[in-house]
């Protein structure tokens, strides 16, 4: 979080409360809420549970809650999921300054079309300028994962595309500034689907002057080569270090 981040707003939102469901046997076997700063499968480990992985996102509006679901299964010994918590390089923090707590849910799309992947590279007003990711952001007061996905990638792109299955959650946490400067001790946990595009068009950003400065189809051969930010290229091609903020 040293400056601005496409993962972090720059006007902090109210979060859904967020829950993980482990379902077994076809049965709900464990509901426990997520903890700021815990990864999903360690809220299930902390319990006895290994997760095999993530089925579905469930939720409501008002009260605003989401439940991540994940097929599990007894844990036959002890196997912590280790969580991490970095810290923005060289972090300078004042006497007496405490890190406010704020965790972030978003929701992004692995679109494909047979022109390709859909990419989206990140503005000025994000710490990556340049850098390639998926397209998707935060979850807006009162919303579903999957409408913000869609949302978000209409904004993005301006294309119209189906969502296929739950392909993972990730969750990363550190300690940093925020946009506005404030300290800040962030979690930002994100809900990635699979999408298909039927009709792919020549993308266009709709929300002109936000975080993207435009979006592209590419295709796999030239994935490789594309800027893409270290979590994006983490998850995409398996390369790189573990989730980091982008």
């Known amino acids: 979080m040293t400056a601005k981040s496409s993962d972090q707003d720059i006007e902090r939102v109210a979060q859904a409360e967020l829950w993980v469901d482990g379902v077994a046997r076809g049965g ?12 999903p499968e360690a809220a299930l480990s902390a319990r006895g549970w290994d997760a095999i ?3 579905s996102v469930v ?11 994940y097929d599990v299964r007894v844990s036959t010994e002890a196997r912590p999921v280790p969580g991490v918590t970095r810290r923005d390089p060289d972090l300078v923090i004042a006497p007496g300054e405490s890190a406010v ?6 929701a992004y799309a692995v679109v494909r079309s047979e022109r390709g992947l859909l990419l989206s590279q990140f503005s000025h007003l994000t710490n990556a300028p340049g850098e390639w990711g998926l397209c998707g952001g935060g979850i ?3 919303e579903l994962p999957q409408e913000a996905v869609l949302r978000e990638v209409w904004e993005e792109s301006g294309q119209v595309v189906e ?5 993972t959650i990730s969750s990363s946490h550190w300690i940093g500034r925020g946009p506005s400067g404030r300290l800040e001790d962030f979690q930002a946990v994100r809900i990635i689907f699979d999408a298909t595009c039927a009709d792919p068009t020549d993308p266009v950003v709709h929300d002109v002057g936000g975080t993207t400065e435009r979006s592209a189809w590419v295709s796999d051969e030239e994935l490789p080569g594309v800027a893409l930010t ?11 270090g573990p989730d980091a903020r982008l």
């Open 140 to 142: 807006d007061p009162g």
């Open 28 to 39: 709900d076997v464990v509901a426990v809420r997520l903890g700021h700063g815990e990864h």
């Open 163 to 167: 969502l296929t299955r739950l392909r």
């Open 230 to 240: 270290q979590s994006w290229r983490t998850m995409l091609l398996g390369d790189g």
């Open 101 to 106: 707590p704020y965790q972030r849910i978003a």
């Open 53 to 55: 992985r993530p089925v």
């Open 59 to 69: 939720g409501q509006r008002d009260p605003h809650v989401l439940r991540l679901v």
